[in-house]
C-alpha cells in the first residue's frame, strides 16, 4: 500500500506484528504534481519551501434568484465569504453573527476554514450553505443542504424534461434521495452519491460520472454482459442532456426525508404554470424509516417478561 498523501492504514494484530512494517518517506515530485501541488524546477531549490499555493479553484455559482439576507447570490460562495471575512475583520458584523470553525484539509492536512450560512430557497425551505477554504494549499468546495429535521412524510418530485431549459433547473439532491430515469430503466438508491445543489444537467452528469469511476467490472470475461450493460447506462445518461432526441425523459427525485427539490423553470416568475413539475407528499414505507434510522425499538410485548 503506496500512499503518496499518507491517508491509507493497514490494522495490525497486537503489538509486534512482525508480518507488517511502515516506511515513510519523502514524497517524489511526480507524486507531489499528481496530487496537485506547484512543485517547481529541480534546480530551484530555494523556491521549493516558499512555492506559491496554486491558484484558487472556483466553487459552483449559485443562482441569482436565490437570495438571504447579507447573502450576494450574484457572487460565488467564495466571493461572499471573502466578503464576509472582511467585514468581520474591519468590525462590521459582529463575531458570533458569522458561523465558522476551524477544521483539517482534507488535501493537505493544515487547518482550513469552515464557514456556515443558512439561505431561504424560495419555493423550499431554509439550507445550509458550507464553504472551506485552506489558505496553505488553496483548496476550496462547498456544498448546500437541507436545514431542520426529517420531514414528517417522504417527497417525491417528478419532472418532465421536455426542453432543453429544463436541463438548467435548479436541483437540491440530499444524500437521502433515490433517482429515477424510467425511460432509460435508471434506478440509484438514496445514500448512494452524496448531496449535491446543482442542476438537472449536473446532476446526472455526476451520476454518470460517479457510475465510470466505481465500475465494479474488471473485465472477467464472465462479466462481459453486465460490463456492457453498465456501460450502456452511462451512455443513456450522458445522451439525456446532450442529444435533444431523448427528450423528453421523466427525472423522479425521491426523497424519504424531504430534504431535496427540483426548481422551477422560471423561478423568477413565480406565479407562471410549470406543469412540469409535480412534488407530492406520502407516508414513508417500514423500509424508508429503517434507512433514516427512525424505527422505534419494539417496546411491546416486553414489559411481562421477567429478568433472569
Ligand atoms: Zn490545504
Not at 10 to 39: A, C, F, H, P, W
Not at 55 to 69: M, T, V, Y
Not at 158 to 177: F, G, H
Request: proline share 6%; hydrophobic share 30%; net charge negative.
Amino acid at each position: 500500500l503506496d500512499d503518496p498523501a499518507g491517508n491509507s492504514f493497514i490494522e495490525s494484530i497486537g503489538t509486534s506484528d512482525t508480518r507488517l512494517s511502515k516506511t515513510l518517506y519523502e514524497r517524489t515530485r511526480e507524486q507531489l504534481q499528481e496530487m496537485g501541488y506547484n512543485v517547481p524546477q529541480a534546480n530551484d531549490t530555494h523556491t521549493a519551501a516558499t512555492a506559491a499555493p496554486p491558484p484558487p479553484k472556483h466553487g459552483a455559482d449559485l443562482p441569482d434568484h436565490l437570495r438571504a439576507a447579507n447573502w450576494d447570490f450574484s457572487k460565488s460562495i467564495e466571493d461572499n465569504i471573502d466578503k464576509r471575512r472582511e467585514e468581520e475583520e474591519s468590525g462590521n458584523i459582529g463575531r458570533d453573527e458569522a458561523l465558522f470553525f476551524e477544521v483539517d484539509c482534507h488535501h493537505c492536512g493544515t487547518k482550513g476554514r469552515q464557514d456556515m450560512c443558512a439561505i431561504d430557497i424560495p419555493g423550499f425551505r431554509e439550507c445550509l450553505v458550507m464553504a472551506f477554504n485552506c489558505p496553505h494549499c488553496g483548496v476550496r468546495n462547498n456544498e448546500v443542504k437541507a436545514a431542520g429535521a426529517i420531514g414528517d412524510k417522504a417527497r417525491r418530485w417528478t419532472l418532465r424534461v421536455t426542453d432543453p431549459e429544463d436541463l438548467n433547473r435548479d436541483v437540491l439532491k440530499s444524500d437521502s434521495a433515490a433517482v429515477r430515469i424510467p425511460e432509460i430503466d435508471f434506478e440509484m438508491q438514496q445514500g448512494t452519491q452524496g448531496s449535491a445543489f446543482t442542476t438537472v444537467e449536473g446532476l446526472i452528469g455526476k451520476i454518470a460520472d460517479h457510475l465510470q469511476e466505481s465500475n465494479p467490472f474488471t473485465g472477467d470475461s464472465s462479466a462481459q454482459n453486465e460490463l456492457s450493460a453498465f456501460t450502456q447506462t452511462i451512455d443513456d445518461l450522458r445522451k439525456l442532456c446532450s442529444d435533444p432526441s431523448c427528450l423528453p425523459f421523466t427525472l423522479v427525485l425521491d426523497d424519504a426525508a424531504d430534504h431535496s427539490f427540483i426548481g422551477r423553470r422560471h423561478p423568477e416568475r413565480p406565479q407562471e404554470d410549470d406543469p412540469g413539475l409535480t412534488s407530492e407528499a406520502y407516508d414513508r414505507t417500514e423500509a424508508q424509516n429503517d434507512e433514516l434510522g427512525l424505527l422505534q425499538m419494539k417496546t411491546e410485548g416486553y414489559e411481562h417478561e421477567q429478568p433472569p
